[in-house]
């Protein structure tokens, strides 16, 4: 078995990158089988040519970063040709038409996905920590006021809006929202949202949450119904927003980062 790995980091959020590596296949001339695939975050295909000669699996994981999400393929293959006369046919011919099929398969995939996410409605979130970690580290979390999901608790944020990027359009809500200038951190985590959430079709689009530290002052719960400063370890505890609720782990764990 012969194989190679590919990484591309695609500026769109992991609905996005998913849905159009779906759309696009693969880059080679005969069909693959679907082995399994997990939305948003993985597939495996399988398959060969209809003689039989040779088999390949082409493999995918999606995982969402803060520069958007980073795409890792596999690619392995038999030549269906015994001992050195499959290595030789492999190094002359077959690697090589595998890397030209990939690389010009990446570029154009990476390049749509990007287009793609622009039509896309994104949600940011700020997980703002205050405190030490011996200290027991604090995190701001805010309750809705009203709506459908009025009396629920959320991190504090909001729609990007066209053209924003993600990080500032995480400094504007801030802003607006609790009056504070805050310094984003670091990437936290990215949850699949329903169209209740953030308009268009379900699953389209995605909150993306950030550790964020505050620059200074004091929030003030400008559309909120009330501010509060959990400890990290009591966070569960409350009733979360069905969408924020899967984060809670990775926030916990930034006590160990700070």
């Given at each position: 078995?012969?194989?190679l790995?590919f990484?591309?980091?695609?500026?769109?959020p992991?609905?996005?990158?998913?849905?159009?590596?779906?759309a696009?296949?693969?880059?080679?001339?005969?069909?693959?089988e679907?082995?399994?695939?997990v939305?948003?975050?993985?597939?495996?295909?399988?398959?060969?040519?209809?003689?039989?000669?040779?088999?390949v699996t082409?493999?995918r994981?999606?995982?969402a970063?803060?520069a958007g999400t980073?795409?890792?393929?596999?690619v392995?293959?038999?030549?269906?040709?015994p001992g050195?006369l499959?290595?030789?046919v492999?190094r002359a011919?077959l690697r090589r038409r595998?890397l030209?099929?990939?690389?010009?398969?990446l570029?154009?995939?990476?390049?749509?996905?990007?287009?793609?996410a622009l039509?896309?409605v994104q949600?940011v979130?700020?997980a703002i920590?205050r405190?030490d970690?011996?200290?027991?580290s604090e995190v701001l979390?805010?309750?809705?006021?009203?709506?459908?999901?009025?009396?629920?608790?959320?991190?504090?944020?909001?729609?990007?809006e066209?053209?924003?990027?993600?990080?500032?359009?995480?400094v504007?809500e801030?802003a607006?929202?609790l009056?504070?200038a805050?310094v984003?951190q670091?990437?936290?985590g990215?949850v699949?949202?329903d169209?209740?959430v953030?308009g268009?079709?379900p699953?389209?689009?995605?909150?993306?949450v950030?550790?964020?530290?505050?620059?200074g002052?004091e929030p003030?719960?400008?559309?909120?119904?009330?501010l509060?400063w959990?400890?990290?370890?009591?966070?569960?505890?409350?009733?979360?927003?069905?969408?924020d609720?899967?984060?809670?782990?990775?926030?916990?764990?930034?006590r160990a980062r700070r």
């Amino acid at each position: 078995m012969y194989r190679l790995r590919f990484t591309t980091v695609v500026a769109a959020p992991l609905t996005v990158a998913f849905d159009v590596a779906r759309a696009l296949g693969r880059p080679w001339p005969f069909p693959l089988e679907e082995v399994e695939s997990v939305r948003p975050v993985s597939d495996r295909y399988a398959g060969g040519p209809d003689s039989g000669r040779r088999r390949v699996t082409h493999a995918r994981t999606f995982t969402a970063t803060g520069a958007g999400t980073v795409v890792e393929e596999e690619v392995s293959w038999e030549t269906g040709l015994p001992g050195a006369l499959g290595g030789l046919v492999d190094r002359a011919v077959l690697r090589r038409r595998v890397l030209r099929a990939m690389r010009r398969h990446l570029d154009g995939y990476a390049a749509l996905a990007a287009v793609r996410a622009l039509d896309v409605v994104q949600v940011v979130g700020a997980a703002i920590v205050r405190g030490d970690g011996a200290g027991g580290s604090e995190v701001l979390v805010a309750q809705r006021g009203s709506g459908a999901l009025a009396g629920l608790w959320e991190f504090p944020g909001g729609k990007v809006e066209p053209g924003e990027g993600h990080e500032a359009a995480l400094v504007r809500e801030c802003a607006e929202e609790l009056g504070v200038a805050v310094v984003p951190q670091a990437f936290v985590g990215e949850v699949p949202l329903d169209g209740a959430v953030a308009g268009g079709a379900p699953g389209a689009s995605t909150l993306r949450v950030w550790w964020a530290r505050l620059a200074g002052g004091e929030p003030v719960a400008h559309e909120h119904r009330e501010l509060r400063w959990v400890r990290a370890a009591d966070l569960e505890a409350l009733d979360w927003i069905a969408a924020d609720r899967p984060l809670l782990p990775a926030v916990r764990a930034l006590r160990a980062r700070r």
